[in-house]
Structures are given as structure tokens and as C-alpha cells.
């Protein structure tokens, strides 16, 4: 290299920057030397170093809270992010099947607490409406309940036998009831 | 390019790695308040960039790339949450760069006192983006990289105004 650096150059090699070529020729070139001299000088009277502010203490508490709030919510994107994708739809799927068991089970023990007469009676011919093997009173009064619901009237709740069930099977089972309690008191 | 270290850092916090964050902060804490300070010129006000800094930073966080140094990063956020400061503070003063030596680096900002002496008249004499390009070298002491990655220019631009700046200033000193 015959030609002397420019200031750019030189600039460069004060920060370390430049070419290895350019710091060659300014080791072998008294003229740049003297110029990066200058150069060196002068960048010292041009830097400015900044201002030391202090900076309170609640100040860094609140942005190093920052900082760990936000390095938590990073943790937890990745951990979602490495859960594999066909299973992505399982991690949905499975609070909504544990809802649904739990909606399922408490359904079943609310119907195994019902009262009898919601369910198809067999036995209820001979006036046992609830099928705990007597005939009284609550056999005549979940049968009358069971008129006033919406639900189907099951045939064998028909007690006098004439195609109908109504409030006459209501009576005539509460008849039967006092008859018994009056027979076996 | 960003030191080895400053990109491991980074990595780390694209890990969720807190301790990472925190060395981040502690890292450019003075640097970036300080910056601040230049462009605002009160304490209060510099803080508050401070916090708004690293809010933005920590937001970038995970998928933050470091294409060259944290403060090249740095700089532009800190410079536009200044101009956004002074503006919502309606504290912006026209600055006639004919009678004080400050200047402005966006037509909102001061820049709190450039070196005393013949370099202040020199460098308020340059065009705004030499200036910028000068004050980011010298006061900032950036590489030619960082200057590129703070200003979104290309180094080859950077290298231009920087040589253009030197040569009035080599001159006229």
C-alpha cells in the first residue's frame, strides 16, 4: 500500500476496525502515524462519557420484577410450545372429558335418589308404587306426583284397571294403604 | 457482530432463563439512562425511558434476534421513546442550532452538551445526520456495525457520513 490512509481509515484503525492492510502501512508511514496521532487526540476530546444518573433502588426492584415476570411467561410459551402437536388437542380434550365425567356421575346419583315412580314400574299393579314391598300412604303420594310431572304414565300404574291412570289410581291406592294400616296397625 | 457473551445472554433469555434478564438490565442500565439523559436532560424523565426501555426489550423476548450489539438495539428505542416523552409532555423547544451548541437529532431532540470547546462549534456546524453519526462514535463510542444497526442505515452509508465528518473536522481543528 503507497498511498497514505485517509481519515476514515485511520478512524477505523484506532477502534480496531480497519483493514489489516491499512495498519501495515501505517506502521511503516511516519506521515500517518503522526495523522492517527492527531486523530487519537482529538477522539479523546471529542468523547463524551455519559452522565452517571443514579438510578433508585425501587426503580431496578420494579424492573427486575419485570424481567422475571416476563422470563416466566418465555418458560411457559416454550413449555407449550415443545408439547407435541398431535397431542395439543388431547391437552384440550382432557379438562373437557373430566367436566363431562364429573356432569355424567353426578347425574347417575341424582337419578339412583330419585324417587321410584319416575322409573318403569313392574310392581306397581299391585299398588307398591315405590317397590320397598308395602303399599302406604307414599305410594299413593309419589304416584299423585308423578300425574302433576311431565313424565310418561307407565300402564302398570293403572290400578282400578280402566285404561286410564289418574287421580282415581291415587285414591284407590290411598284407600288400600288405610285399609292395610287399619289391618296391621 | 454482538459479543459472544451479550448473545449467549440473549439466548438465554429467549429460554426464559430470569437470571439472563437480570444481567441484561444490570448490563445497560447506566448506558441507556444515561443516553436518556442526554436527550431529555432531567433525571425524572430519564427513568421513566429507562423503564419504558426495558419494557420494549423484555417484550421482544422469546424470538429476540441480536443482529449486532444490545446498544445498537438500544439506541433507536431509547431516542423514540424520548421523542414520544417530550412531545406528550409538550416540553419541546425549538432549538436554533445557530446559537447553542445542543442541536437536535430528530427536529424534537437535545442533546445535552457536546465536548466544550471548538469541537462543540464544529459539530453543530455539520449536517444532522454527520452529527449523528459523530456523536454515536465519539460520545457513544459505537462500532461502525452498531452505528449502522441504531441509525437502520448501511454501514457503507455509516462509513460515508463518518468520512465526510472527519475530514471537516480533521481540517478545521
Known amino acids: 500500500m503507497t498511498e497514505h490512509s485517509t481519515e476514515l481509515d485511520l478512524e477505523l484503525l484506532r477502534t480496531g476496525e480497519a483493514d489489516p492492510a491499512i495498519a501495515r502501512h501505517v506502521a511503516g508511514c511516519a506521515q500517518c502515524r503522526d495523522r492517527l496521532a492527531r486523530l487519537e487526540r ?31 411467561f418465555v418458560a411457559e410459551q416454550l413449555e407449550r410450545r415443545r408439547r407435541p402437536r398431535w397431542l395439543r388437542p388431547l391437552y384440550a380434550a382432557v379438562p373437557l372429558a373430566a367436566a363431562a365425567s364429573i356432569i355424567f356421575f353426578v347425574t347417575l346419583q341424582r337419578g339412583a335418589q330419585a324417587p321410584q315412580a319416575t322409573a318403569p314400574l313392574a310392581a306397581a299393579a299391585t299398588g307398591d308404587i315405590n317397590r320397598d314391598g308395602r303399599v302406604d300412604i307414599v305410594d299413593a303420594l309419589l304416584l299423585a306426583r308423578a300425574l302433576k310431572s311431565d313424565q310418561p304414565h307407565d300402564p302398570a300404574w293403572d290400578q282400578n284397571r280402566d285404561g286410564r291412570v289418574d287421580q282415581a289410581d291415587v285414591d284407590r291406592i290411598a284407600q288400600a294403604a288405610v285399609s292395610l294400616q287399619r289391618r296391621h296397625p | ?166 475530514k471537516v473536522l480533521l481540517k478545521v481543528v
Open chain 2, 1 to 166: 457482530m454482538a459479543p459472544s457473551d451479550e448473545r449467549e445472554l440473549v439466548a438465554r433469555a429467549n429460554q426464559g432463563d430470569a437470571a439472563a434478564f437480570e444481567e441484561l438490565y444490570r448490563r445497560h442500565r447506566d448506558w441507556v439512562v444515561g443516553l436518556a439523559w442526554r436527550f431529555v436532560g432531567n433525571r425524572d424523565d430519564a427513568l421513566d425511558v429507562l423503564q419504558e426501555t426495558f419494557a420494549a426489550l423484555f417484550d421482544r423476548f422469546p424470538g429476540f434476534a441480536l443482529t449486532s450489539s444490545l446498544r445498537g438495539y438500544l439506541y433507536p428505542v431509547v431516542k423514540h421513546r424520548c421523542i414520544s416523552l417530550l412531545r406528550k409532555r409538550r416540553r419541546v423547544v425549538a432549538i436554533d442550532e445557530a446559537r447553542t451548541a445542543r442541536g437536535d437529532l430528530a427536529g424534537e431532540l437535545a442533546w445535552q452538551p457536546d465536548p466544550p470547546g471548538e469541537f462543540a462549534e464544529i459539530i453543530s456546524a455539520l449536517p444532522a445526520e454527520q452529527r449523528e453519526v459523530v456523536r454515536l462514535r465519539f460520545a457513544l463510542d459505537l462500532k461502525l456495525e452498531e452505528i449502522a444497526q441504531a441509525l437502520a442505515i448501511p454501514t457503507g452509508t455509516v462509513k460515508s457520513r463518518l468520512h465526510n465528518a472527519l
Open chain 1, 42 to 72: 482529538d477522539a479523546r476530546a471529542l468523547a463524551m462519557p455519559l452522565a452517571a444518573i443514579e438510578v433508585p433502588a425501587e426503580c431496578d426492584r420494579a424492573i427486575l420484577a419485570l424481567a422475571r415476570r416476563r422470563a416466566g
